[in-house]
């Protein structure tokens, strides 16, 4: 049997797992590093940390393991900017993290000088800081002499993946995969290069940027003591679980239930546009094929426990909310709206913040915690009926992250959502989908390996109960948009 070498860089921590080629997890090692957070929404990582903590984590596998590694996936967090000096790998500036939210004014002008629809006819996107052009352009405008270099072709471009294989192939690659050029906002997805008329807008030289392979390209080869280990598969993180979920059919959904929630539906070979706020981006690019995926990314989940826990101090550890949750669905009229940090998909308001509805004299621990888990199981309905007013019916519906260990989450959702959901046993999806994308490189058949997996079936008679309260909550948040 053969292994793998699996790279997943996150947020907030980078970890290396090899994997036999049943999928079995043979050894990991992870290590978590800090982020900054400069000024008001703002958020950067020190690149060194992510590539060393990557080294790290490579190094603590591979010398603890007796094998040969036939090849390596990487799977890594989208968006994350980092320009560095081709000369030297120096980065001229922290890697400004996904989360950040300086160009918004930015992003706002440019919507208002009517660019929204070009933008998200080529790349899929809305206009947002969220994604990479606005922030490479923030570097070019304000790292002294920075555009002056990139003219002369000096600086190079790249999200972490791409920095990752810059710093760890013994050719010192400049290469990206279609999924994270697919989240640059530079990147057309039709026709799959990199767009001119969008470099022109953002005022970002063509040379900087990375050449773009499909994601079981050929990356180039790390090199640990005595072993050489090519890099066969490349994919961002939320595309990752969606491989790592099997979701290769049209209308094969994953969500991701961590600190927010990602959803992602396979739509094959059919880029579908969503006027309301999802978006449209690649779900892999494999043996010749590139998938399109539809996308809603929720900001608020698996934070809003912590904030139970850590704040309210309703419980000592996430675990313990499972209790508190009332399995009839009745929060007694009390709702929550999730937006400490505003509301992703599909409503983009930055402006809204969160807040509670319906507390009285009566309202107990139980009624809150359960109103907070509705909130996230609703959120999920929206958009799934997004989903559904553009003609997608979701096949199967798979979770996974940190708060699926929840089996009362679980079943809401089921009950919510009326449909059957389905949890694997192996919830390290990001992770398997960079592995699978390795092994279908490297000429493996995967599609024989068997998983397993717990099944949530909706319980037909709350459909009523969730329903009105769905409706209630909705009500509650049409109310506080701010753009209303
Ligand atoms: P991330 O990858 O975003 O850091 P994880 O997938 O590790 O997130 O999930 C962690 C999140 O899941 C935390 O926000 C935590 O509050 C939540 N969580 C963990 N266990 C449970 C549980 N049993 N019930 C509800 N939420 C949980």
């Known amino acids: 049997?053969?292994?793998?070498?699996?790279?997943?860089?996150?947020?907030?921590?980078?970890?290396?797992?090899?994997?036999?080629?049943?999928?079995?997890?043979?050894?990991?090692?992870?290590?978590?590093?800090?982020?900054?957070?400069?000024?008001?929404?703002?958020?950067?990582?020190?690149?060194?940390?992510?590539?060393?903590?990557?080294?790290?984590?490579?190094?603590?596998?591979?010398?603890?393991?007796?094998?040969?590694?036939?090849?390596?996936?990487?799977?890594?967090?989208?968006?994350?900017?980092?320009?560095?000096?081709?000369?030297?790998?120096?980065?001229?500036?922290?890697?400004?993290v996904w989360q950040d939210r300086r160009t918004n004014e930015y992003c706002q002008e440019l919507k208002s000088n009517g660019y929204e629809k070009k933008v998200s006819e080529k790349t899929g996107l809305v206009l947002d800081p969220y994604f990479s052009a606005t922030k490479v352009k923030w570097i070019l405008d304000n790292v002294e002499g920075a555009k002056e270099r990139?003219?002369?072709?000096?600086?190079?471009?790249?999200?972490?993946?791409?920095?990752?294989?810059?710093?760890?192939?013994?050719?010192?690659?400049?290469?990206?995969?279609?999924?994270?050029?697919?989240?640059?906002?530079?990147?057309?997805?039709?026709?799959?290069?990199?767009?001119?008329?969008?470099?022109?807008?953002?005022?970002?030289?063509?040379?900087?940027?990375?050449?773009?392979?499909?994601?079981?390209?050929?990356?180039?080869?790390?090199?640990?003591?005595?072993?050489?280990?090519?890099?066969?598969?490349?994919?961002?993180?939320?595309?990752?679980?969606?491989?790592?979920?099997?979701?290769?059919?049209?209308?094969?959904?994953?969500?991701?239930?961590?600190?927010?929630?990602?959803?992602?539906?396979?739509?094959?070979?059919?880029?579908?546009?969503?006027?309301?706020?999802?978006?449209?981006?690649?779900?892999?690019?494999?043996?010749?094929?590139?998938?399109?995926?539809?996308?809603?990314?929720i900001y608020s989940s698996g934070n809003i426990i912590q904030w139970l826990r850590d704040k309210m101090k309703f419980f000592d550890d996430a675990k313990e909310s499972e209790k508190y949750i009332n399995a009839s669905g009745n929060s007694n009229n009390v709702l929550f709206l999730p937006a400490f940090n505003g509301l992703g998909a599909p409503f983009w308001d930055s402006n809204i913040r969160a807040g509670f509805k319906g507390i009285t004299q009566d309202t107990s621990i139980n009624d809150i915690v359960t109103a907070a888990f509705h909130s996230i199981a609703f959120q999920t309905k929206e958009i799934t009926k997004v989903l559904e007013t553009n003609n997608i019916n979701i096949n199967k519906l798979l979770v996974d992250g940190g708060m699926v260990a929840n089996e009362s989450f679980c079943q809401m959702l089921a009950d919510t959502l009326q449909k059957n959901i389905k949890r694997p046993a192996n919830v390290e999806s990001t992770a398997l989908?960079?592995?699978?994308?390795?092994?279908?490189?490297?000429?493996?058949?995967?599609?024989?390996?068997?998983?397993?997996?717990?099944?949530?079936?909706?319980?037909k008679s709350l459909e009523n109960i969730y329903s009105i309260n769905y409706n209630n909550w909705k009500e509650y948040i049409n109310k506080n948009l701010s753009k209303s």
């Open 150 to 297: 990139a003219q002369k072709g000096e600086l190079a471009f790249g999200t972490v993946d791409s920095y990752l294989i810059f710093k760890l192939t013994k050719e010192k690659n400049h290469l990206t995969d279609v999924t994270n050029a697919s989240r640059t906002m530079l990147f057309n997805i039709h026709n799959k290069e990199w767009d001119q008329e969008l470099l022109d807008i953002f005022e970002i030289p063509n040379s900087m940027l990375p050449e773009v392979l499909f994601c079981d390209g050929d990356y180039g080869t790390i090199v640990h003591s005595d072993k050489k280990i090519p890099i066969r598969g490349v994919i961002g993180d939320q595309q990752g679980a969606l491989v790592g979920q099997d979701c290769y059919e049209y209308g094969d959904m994953k969500s991701t239930y961590g600190t927010g929630c990602f959803l992602m539906v396979n739509t094959k070979d059919e880029a579908v546009k969503s006027d309301q706020g999802l978006l449209t981006t690649i779900a892999y690019g494999l043996n010749g094929n590139v998938s399109y995926a539809l996308e809603g990314s």
């Open 433 to 459: 989908g960079a592995c699978k994308v390795a092994m279908m490189a490297s000429g493996e058949n995967i599609s024989e390996i068997k998983s397993n997996s717990s099944n949530f079936e909706p319980n």
């Open 1 to 96: 049997m053969k292994n793998y070498l699996s790279i997943d860089q996150g947020t907030t921590s980078s970890r290396s797992i090899i994997f036999n080629s049943n999928l079995e997890k043979q050894i990991d090692s992870q290590l978590e590093y800090k982020l900054d957070y400069p000024d008001d929404g703002w958020v950067e990582l020190r690149p060194d940390d992510v590539v060393n903590t990557v080294k790290k984590t490579i190094a603590n596998v591979l010398d603890n393991f007796n094998g040969s590694i036939e090849a390596c996936g990487i799977t890594n967090q989208r968006e994350t900017t980092i320009v560095w000096s081709r000369d030297t790998g120096e980065p001229i500036y922290p890697g400004i």
